[in-house]
């Protein structure tokens, strides 16, 4: 049941924001759906579109939000691209003590996440929303852009949590299954591996600034404060940017979080796979695998 409201919610998501034409859930009230698309209508123009796309010049973020086209293509970019020029002309991101501001503003959003399950697998910008609509994720995001920018990350444990959040469909996400439609899937064929990276705030924040996370994920894996799936998903993270430094973690007082990092070790799994079931998960595939190859060989005789 909880799957297919996550699955209702990512559809319902595509349809207010995204360029998807997908039926309308049953479930959905319709006049709460077009008030909310003639809501977007009037404020995503094409003047509001460009004014982002110059103050995300302007802070050098980048892409998406110094594509107007983007803006004007997906709600979600166009949402938190506004969230990020609020922050601006605030004067926040002025002051001396931003990376603070900015911790501060992430770690405080970050805790009013009333169902932490929603964070363990993918998720749609969307489909959290609507399971967590006091969140203010759009704000939560923007800081975390500005964070990853500025290279100002003190607490590794939001970006973590956040990790698997993306904004934008499936297909601008570089999701390889997705419910996109076919004129979307066209649309964003050419993107690149980073700039797929990019629909993923928290995520891409840990992986472009290695010399300030990497001590932060190592002293996360370590970290017994921290639920054992963000220490794992920690884990995940260094096997992608430097490997050699799992083998250098003493865990010798840990057996079972040592266990499971080897696990993921033998499994080629990184911070998208972190699972607290890795172990038996790879047990399983062994059994499956060895299963298949008996019946193959027995098929050749």
Request: glycine letters at 4%; aromatic letters at 8%.
């Amino acid at each position: 049941m909880k799957r297919n409201k996550v699955l209702t919610s990512f559809i319902t998501g595509l349809l207010l924001f995204g360029a998807v034409n997908v039926g309308m859930s049953d479930s959905l009230e319709k006049s709460q759906f077009y008030q909310s698309i003639e809501k977007w209508k009037s404020i995503r123009t094409l003047e509001n579109c460009k004014s982002i796309a110059s103050t995300a010049k302007e802070l050098k973020l980048g892409f998406p939000f110094d594509d107007v086209s983007r803006l004007r293509y997906n709600g979600f970019t166009f949402l938190v691209g506004r969230r990020i020029q609020d922050l601006n002309n605030s004067g926040l991101l002025g002051d001396a003590n931003l990376k603070y501001i900015l911790q501060d503003t992430i770690n405080s959003i970050s805790s009013k996440t009333s169902k932490e399950d929603w964070l363990n697998g993918y998720i749609n910008y969307g489909a959290l929303e609507m399971n967590e609509p006091e969140l203010e994720l759009d704000l939560l995001l923007a800081a975390i852009t500005i964070a990853n920018s500025s290279a100002s990350i003190i607490d590794i444990e939001p970006f973590l949590k956040f990790s698997k959040v993306f904004f934008g469909s499936g297909s601008e996400a570089g999701m390889l299954c997705s419910i996109d439609s076919l004129v979307e899937e066209t649309y964003n064929k050419d993107l690149t591996e980073e700039q797929h990276r990019k629909f993923w705030p928290a995520s891409d924040a840990i992986l472009s600034n290695p010399d300030v996370s990497i001590p932060l994920l190592v002293k996360a894996v370590h970290d017994d404060s921290l639920s054992e799936l963000l220490r794992l998903r920690s884990a995940g993270f260094l096997m992608v940017m430097d490997k050699s430094i799992l083998n250098e973690l003493n865990l010798s007082s840990e057996p079972q979080i040592a266990k499971k990092i080897q696990c993921m070790i033998e499994a080629k799994t990184d911070w998208h796979g972190a699972s607290t079931h890795i172990c038996e998960n790879l047990e399983r595939y062994r059994t499956l695998k060895n299963k298949y190859l008996s019946c193959f060989k027995s098929s050749q005789k």
